[in-house]
């Protein structure tokens, strides 16, 4: 039996039937978000852990992980479960979930109100943390990011995920990026997972091609998959990041990933009493013509960043 499929083109239909199929292959795949399987940084156990279609391919054997920043929701998102967290239990979809943090998603199941600010799940004291008796809400709040990993800026982007606990943090960094009158896009984000939470600081700064590199992915139409969708959406898996509690995913063996910065990026030992070498500028690298014709991104960029390298450029 044949496997090759022919072309409706092809088919000599009618256009009515013509037209019939090609609705019918819209509603294949209306109401489901998300499109294109997209990736997420999980952390649990104080670990990053790649998590591709639900699936764990790379685990971090080391509580901090450096990033740029290429998206970030504009809203606090916010999910709800009914029931209590068992790690036993197949990963299921969140009863009730926002994106905007102001009214629910339309995929919701069990929507729990018609607002998020009158939500009385979203209020403190509507859970009990089982763990420490805390007072917390039972709708948890997270905000999400999209990111690319040092060491691999041109590479795959992720969703990370900032709870509520860490939002805290997240806010004194992006403040003192602002302070410095710098940008996410030219820093790298230093995460730290190593007490329970996610502490945020500067890793480093990026080169103008660098910077070039991520302003590209964060022009890409990918980063808004990743910020409009939460980890069940994505992945198939609980959007219940579980710090301490998390099971050890498989008995398989998981490979471990250190993306590291790249080694010209690494400072240089100066020897004592000596004068420093001239700083030589950064030039930023212009593809030819034809590569940026085959990218309307890349050619858009081109002339933004013509006079790039002319600017101060200090670590």
């Given at each position: 039996?044949?496997?090759?499929?022919?072309?409706?083109?092809?088919?000599?239909?009618?256009?009515?039937i013509?037209?019939?199929?090609?609705?019918?292959?819209?509603?294949?795949?209306?109401?489901i978000?998300g499109?294109?399987?997209?990736n997420?940084?999980?952390?649990?156990?104080?670990?990053?852990?790649?998590?591709?279609?639900?699936?764990?391919?790379?685990?971090?054997?080391?509580?901090?992980?450096?990033?740029?920043v290429?998206g970030?929701n504009p809203?606090?998102?916010?999910?709800?479960?009914k029931?209590a967290?068992?790690?036993?239990?197949e990963?299921?979809?969140?009863?009730?979930?926002?994106?905007?943090?102001?009214?629910?998603?339309?995929?919701?199941?069990?929507k729990?109100s018609?607002s998020?600010?009158?939500?009385?799940?979203?209020?403190w004291?509507?859970k009990?943390?089982?763990?420490?008796?805390a007072?917390?809400?039972?709708?948890?709040d997270?905000k999400?990011?999209?990111?690319?990993l040092d060491?691999?800026?041109?590479?795959?982007?992720?969703?990370?995920?900032?709870?509520?606990?860490?939002?805290?943090?997240?806010?004194?960094?992006v403040?003192?990026?602002?302070?410095?009158?710098?940008?996410?896009?030219a820093?790298?984000?230093?995460?730290?997972?190593?007490?329970?939470?996610?502490?945020?600081?500067?890793?480093?700064?990026?080169?103008?091609?660098?910077v070039?590199?991520?302003?590209h992915?964060?022009m890409?139409?990918?980063?808004?998959?990743?910020?409009?969708n939460n980890?069940?959406?994505l992945?198939?898996?609980?959007?219940?990041?579980?710090?301490?509690?998390?099971?050890?995913t498989?008995?398989?063996e998981?490979?471990?990933?250190?993306?590291?910065?790249?080694?010209?990026?690494?400072?240089?030992a100066?020897?004592?009493?000596?004068?420093?070498?001239?700083?030589?500028?950064?030039k930023?690298?212009?593809?030819?013509p034809?590569?940026q014709?085959?990218?309307?991104?890349t050619?858009?960029?081109?002339?933004?960043?013509?006079?790039?390298?002319?600017?101060?450029?200090?670590d």
């Open positions: 039996m044949s496997t090759d499929m022919i072309p409706v083109e092809k088919m000599n239909l009618p256009a009515n013509a037209d019939f199929m090609a609705k019918m292959m819209e509603d294949a795949t209306g109401g978000q499109g294109a399987a997209v997420r940084i999980s952390i649990k156990n104080g670990r990053f852990r790649l998590m591709v279609e639900g699936s764990e391919v790379g685990v971090r054997n080391d509580p901090t992980l450096d990033v740029v290429v970030v809203g606090v998102s916010k999910v709800y479960y029931a967290y068992d790690p036993k239990q990963p299921s979809a969140p009863d009730c979930s926002s994106n905007n943090g102001v009214v629910p998603d339309g995929s919701s199941t069990n729990q018609v998020c600010a009158d939500c009385p799940q979203n209020v004291g509507s009990i943390n089982p763990q420490s008796g007072k917390v809400k039972a709708c948890a997270y999400r990011l999209a990111v690319v060491g691999e800026l041109d590479g795959d982007m992720y969703q990370l995920q900032v709870p509520g606990g860490s939002l805290k943090s997240w806010k004194a960094w403040e003192q990026v602002k302070v410095n009158r710098s940008n996410l896009l820093v790298t984000t230093r995460v730290d997972a190593t007490n329970q939470s996610l502490i945020f600081g500067k890793g480093r700064v990026l080169n103008p091609n660098e070039k590199t991520c302003v992915a964060a890409s139409d990918g980063v808004n998959n990743l910020l409009n980890a069940a959406t992945d198939g898996a609980s959007s219940e990041e579980k710090f301490t509690s998390a099971p050890v498989s008995a398989a998981i490979p471990s990933f250190t993306s590291p910065a790249k080694e010209e990026h690494k400072a240089e100066k020897p004592r009493g000596r004068p420093a070498a001239p700083k030589e500028e950064p930023v690298e212009v593809l030819p034809e590569v014709e085959s990218d309307p991104v050619a858009k960029l081109e002339a933004g960043f013509a006079d790039f390298a002319t600017a101060t450029w200090d």
